[in-house]
């Protein structure tokens, strides 16, 4: 691994994390064809997520301090906001640990992605539909509702997509601003719903692929190779301060531009991208052109 390795992973990291376009399905597609289908490494792997946690933080940085303040009984919203982000953290552990498995799995199996790639599209393509249909409303209760009118059900809603749809190809900001506006969410609040629900998603991920890390590290025990850097790799700090930089800088660009693209509804051309990528994923899978290894 050298450092044009890292630098394009945390590029594409960052972006795909928050784009609605399932970094899994390229990142898994990036290391077929940069290591033969030989996955990054962990320690790698856990400080890119850091990376895009770190662009998350500091984008919504006062919706941040809003729900903190609401933890202590400071801020109103702060504190529903916070409740609603616990509550939809639940269906997303339960349905994220009992797929795990599944999710590993298909990291063998392109078409898999082709597949969670064409969901997405069309679970964008309506989302924008609705969307649309609903700005040129004049009846403000028919237009959708805004963040501090979430309910609990929708909260569960985006929780579960959120963890059964991520590591298959179904993106996780795709389909959880989708799922927010089928129940009725303004997109935009739904877009912000879904950023704030990030921030404890990737947090969680990263928690529970460093206890993997862990066990080794305090048994001094040399890292497993799944883990490791590979022999012949540059110095693994330079490698990884190079990808984190690049997935927190790329990270921040990519959650500006679905701001914007949110306020008003302009996620088509995602879609489109996401059917064209689908077709490849579906032809490189199936046809057998990169074989894991």
Known sequence: MNLLHAILLGLIQGLTE???VSSTAHLTLAEHLMFGGRPMPLAFDVLLHVGTLVALMIYFRRD???VAMGCFGRDKEGRRLALWLFVAMIPTGIFGMATRGVKEAAKEHLWVYGIGLFCTAVLLFIANHLSRERANLNQEDLAGRDIQDLRAVDALAVGTIQGIGGGFGLSRS??????GVFRGLKLPA????SFLLGMPTIAAAAVV?????LKPLLKHQPLPADMAFPAGSASP???CAAGVAAAAISGYFAIGLLDRF???????GFAIYCLAASLVMLGLGLSGVLNHH
């Not at 739904?190 to 719903?193: D, P, Q, T, V």
């Not at 949110?262 to 088509?268: A, D, F, G, I, V």
């Open 18 to 20: 928050f784009l609605p």
């Open 64 to 66: 941040l301090i809003q």
């Open 174 to 179: 795709g389909s959880t601003i989708s799922m």
């Open 190 to 193: 739904s877009a912000r719903f």
């Open 209 to 213: 692929e460093l206890r993997g890390l």
């Open 237 to 239: 700090m330079i490698l």
């Open 262 to 268: 949110t306020r008003k509804p302009r996620l088509n």
